[in-house]
């Protein structure tokens, strides 16, 4: 178990809470100067301070800069915050333990204790993005992708089921439980944590984006790649610079009609175009205390989507309800109440705290709304998305030409009697019957991900639409896969209660499995009659899904544009089957009589939601959901493991295998060097995703990575995915840079992972991975080019773990999204910038230059250089600005990486 930190206490903050018969240890946030008018989350930060002071790292000086924060300076305090705990999923915690399990190797090969490679800190891992929607529409759908999925992954549950016994405060919640954030915040998550005697505001990193969700709960966390992670579970602290806190205003009410996902939405939009990447977003105001914890939780949960490092909600009664409805004990309640109130951490609905930049939004001025066709930020009006569908299909089909592209102004979505583009094509399915399926159609209508599955007001909603459809006559159209995955065993236990689920599963919504499915890239293959239509036909097909990631290539790989709705508006357009419909006045079909059915004659009322709300959803539920939730069902606990604190690795394995990191590692640092004679691998465009770069969805055959499975024995069958593959650096170092909708500017006219190989005659196209292995061999270093956001999306570490073992030694872009850059330091990677206003197109850089960057040495000194220089072959020369923003990063980046920098702190303990 952990030790208590003994805090230096400078404040004198030291003190005593009594809550019923328990006493607990406290940190008083009133006896440092300034509090009180401090944001809900920099309190949260200020306690942290004062229970971890140690004079070194953490000093009295920091905790008072803290204090006297000034509201409107830009961030340039570096702070040590130190979680109380880290959680993480399977796609990224898998490579984690890889990599705990590979630094006990490491510390025993360089005369260190293995042992003491354990988590400091309570970790816990769910197991929820394994599971693939491979069979959909019949009631035995779970039981059958639950066998696959075993079937698929067994070594890497083998060697999970193996860091649970081998780590120390490692807990894993088994596959079939429910999504990571939904179980993080229904059974996880403390609110107030209790720990040695001490209690203190729970605080947490998650390698997961989306661990945000939580903060709906008073819970401050947030994602960060997996090697951050392994960091903080060791006890490396988490450097960060004091942000700049977003007050964001709520007042009013949601109309009737609308849902969390319309308001969430609308959030999104607001802040991405606020701009509040790399700050804190707290929400205040009346219309918080209006806010059911539900909604908070799925407004948190898309902090990722708008780009903040946080959205989080203070606590007050509703909070207390919630922890009441999921279980916690009436001391744990008790305990979040009293330790609130007396900290000051309890809302206030009247007060104005101090905020860097506010913003303001009525609740009921929120319409109903819909996201894409391939950002969660592009919102549509409902009301007006088959005519941006109609508008927007033209940048995915090559039947129109070009006087119909711009016969309209680019900013003016076209009337929808202007037509989208049409190439009916007639299907034949499995029973003989024929259909015909478009431009538009919706194959894939999923109610999946965290966001909105952790919700039982949009989740009853879209049952009750089932419910008025079925009543109707109305079903699915046959094109649609149809996949209901709850993000927890309570969401089904609700549905039977209330008699719903019958509903569900003759739309066609049968439960697929509880895990992240589709919004992952889990939405397994369309009906193959449907697929071949597709790509025979080259259709521009469509996903809605009520998740909260829509990027290009992540649904699926037959399916080019896709949309983020709320549950019920998922089930209506599986029953319209197309986008082209105007759903909010065109007749979805017709009754059993003839006659036209409307979505407002499907649509359940606030007070019918509600009703089914109150009487279905009990205590009771979640108790047995959650009773023995890390034990596992008997499949799991049958699965062999190894035994010993060193794990024995399979050298035919291609799920799990030992990675290089630490290959030739040495106690002492090898000195930063500038990089000279380096070559483009990739120049990109604006928003390249975390997806764009590492894809977490199906492997092609016809790929590098594909070429290895099959090299090695596997059946197409079982090239699983990305995601579930990331223990084996092999697959995953083929896989960078491999997304399907890719577009490298050095090789126009390609899509997906493919550049131009200097090191040939002619430079011809290639595989990026086949290009990469040619620049090492020859010793020539290697750069990236890129836009504006480079790295937005997934807190996936893999992004800059395969971009750092393909050689590449620095990234040049106009701007990041937080979790990539640093993830690119903790990698070695140095991460630039081009100077304000500049980008690679205005510097006249194609691609195609040699490049050489000086100045970076000045790191050996001791010191971060503001600026570096570049300079081309071709005469072009600009001071690109250094973006490694605080001296812990530093310190990162001259041990060759993130963990490394640990290795060594742990050994000379």
Not at 7 to 33: C, W
Not at 111 to 136: M, Q, R, T, Y
Not at 303 to 320: M, Q
Not at 352 to 375: C, H, M, N, Q, Y
Request: net charge negative.
């Amino acid at each position: 178990m952990k030790e208590t930190v003994v805090s230096a206490n400078s404040f004198d903050a030291r003190s005593t809470l009594q809550v019923g018969d328990e006493s607990y240890e406290i940190f008083r946030l009133d006896k440092v100067e300034g509090s009180a008018r401090l944001p809900y989350s920099l309190k949260v930060l200020l306690e942290n301070l004062l229970r971890t002071e140690d004079g070194a790292n953490i000093t009295a000086d920091h905790i008072r800069a803290l204090g006297g924060w000034d509201s409107q300076a830009q961030p340039s305090q570096e702070i040590q915050f130190t979680p109380a705990r880290v959680i993480m999923q399977d796609f990224t915690g898998v490579p984690c333990v890889v990599d705990l399990a590979t630094m006990r190797e490491a510390v025993k090969e360089l005369g260190g204790d293995p042992a003491k490679v354990n988590p400091l800190s309570p970790a816990e891992l769910v197991i929820d993005h394994s599971v693939i929607a491979d069979k959909f529409g019949t009631k035995d759908a779970f039981g059958q992708n639950v066998e696959l999925e075993y079937g698929r992954n067994k070594e890497r549950y083998q060697f999970l089921r193996w860091g649970q016994t081998a780590f120390d405060d490692f807990k894993v919640v088994p596959p079939g439980t429910g999504i990571v954030h939904q179980v993080n915040i229904e059974h996880l998550a403390r609110t107030v944590m209790v720990r040695n005697g001490q209690a203190y505001p729970d605080t947490l990193v998650g390698t997961d984006s989306h661990t945000t969700m939580v903060n709906g709960l008073g819970v401050l966390g947030w994602g960060v790649g997996g090697i951050e992670a392994e960091a903080a579970m060791l006890g490396q602290p988490v450097s960060m610079l004091i942000p700049r806190v977003v007050g964001f205003k709520l007042t009013g009410e949601l109309p009737a009609g609308t849902t969390a996902t319309d308001l969430v939405l609308t959030i999104t939009e607001m802040l991405r175009k606020h701009g509040v990447v790399g700050k804190f977003v707290e929400f205040y105001g009346e219309g918080v205390a209006a806010t059911s914890l539900a909604n908070r939780a799925t407004i948190g949960n898309m902090s990722p989507e708008f780009g903040s490092t946080a959205a989080i909600f203070p606590i007050d009664g509703e909070t207390l309800n919630y922890l009441k409805l999921t279980g916690r004990s009436e001391q744990q309640v008790a305990l979040v109440e009293a330790y609130a109130k007396e900290q000051g951490l309890w809302l206030d609905p009247a007060a104005e705290p101090d905020f860097s930049e506010k913003l303001e939004l009525d609740l009921s001025t929120v319409v109903p709304s819909i996201a894409g066709p391939k950002r969660p930020q592009d919102r549509i009006v409902l009301a007006n998305a088959a005519a941006q569908f109609a508008q927007d299909v033209r940048n995915y089909v090559d039947d129109v030409d070009e006087a119909g592209k711009e016969s309209f102004p680019a900013s003016d979505a076209p009337a929808v009697s202007a037509g989208a583009p049409s190439k009916p094509v007639t299907v034949t399915a499995p029973d003989g019957s024929t259909y015909e399926i478009d431009h538009g159609a919706v194959t894939v209508a999923a109610i999946t991900s965290c966001t909105n599955t952790s919700n039982p007001y949009v989740m009853v909603a879209a049952a009750l639409v089932a419910k008025k459809a079925v009543e109707k006559g109305l079903t699915r159209k046959p094109w649609v896969k149809t996949t209901l995955a709850p993000g927890s065993k309570v969401v089904t236990d609700y549905f039977d209660k209330a008699g719903l689920t019958p509903y569900l599963d003759k739309v066609g919504f049968n439960l697929v499995g509880y895990g992240c499915t589709t919004c992952i890239g889990n939405s397994g293959p369309l009906p193959e009659e449907v697929s071949k239509a597709v790509n025979d036909h080259d259709l521009a097909v469509t996903s809605v899904l009520s998740g909260n990631r829509n990027f290009e290539g992540r649904i699926n790989p037959d399916v080019k544009m896709n949309y983020l709705a709320s549950p019920p508006l998922v089930v209506a357009y599986a029953i319209a089957g197309s986008m082209k419909v105007d759903i909010t006045k065109d007749a979805l079909g017709t009754d059993q009589d003839g006659n036209p059915v409307f979505l407002k004659d499907i649509w359940p009322s606030e007070a019918e939601v509600n009703d089914v709300v109150a009487n279905a959803i009990g205590e009771d539920m979640f108790n047995k959901s959650y009773q023995d939730v890390f034990a596992g069902d008997a499949q799991w606990q049958a699965l062999s493991i190894p035994t010993g604190n060193t794990f024995e690795w399979d050298a035919e394995s291609t799920y799990v295998r030992k990675p290089p990191y630490f290959e030739g590692m040495t106690m002492e640092t090898t000195p930063v060097t500038d990089i000279a004679g380096a070559r483009v691998l990739a120049k990109l465009g604006d928003s390249v995703t975390t997806d764009h770069i590492s894809p977490a969805g199906a492997i092609k055959a016809d790929t590098p990575a594909g070429k290895y499975l099959t090299e090695h024995g596997v059946e197409r069958r079982d090239f699983n995915s990305y995601g579930s593959r990331r223990g084996n650096h092999e697959v995953m170092i083929r896989g960078t840079f491999a997304n399907i909708r890719l577009r490298n500017q050095i090789a126009p006219g390609t899509e997906g992972g493919f550049t131009r190989d200097f090191t040939k005659d002619g430079a011809p196209v290639s595989f990026i991975y086949d290009a990469s292995q040619n620049y090492q061999a020859a010793g020539i270093p290697l750069v990236i080019l890129g836009g504006k956001e480079y790295g937005s999306g997934s807190s996936r570490d893999w992004a800059a773990k395969g971009t750092a073992l393909l050689g590449v030694k620095a990234v040049i872009t106009e701007s990041y999204e937080r979790i990539h850059r640093s993830n690119l330091i903790g990698m070695g990677v140095l991460p630039l910038q081009f100077p304000a206003g500049q980008s690679a197109d205005s510097l006249g850089l194609t691609g195609e230059e040699t490049f050489s960057i000086t100045g970076i040495t000045e790191l050996n000194e001791g010191t971060t250089p503001s600026t570096v220089k570049v300079t081309t072959d071709t005469g072009v020369e600009f001071d690109a600005v250094v973006r490694i923003d605080t001296p812990g990063e530093a310190d990162y980046y001259r041990n060759g990486g993130i963990m490394q920098y640990v290795l060594r702190s742990l050994i000379r303990k």
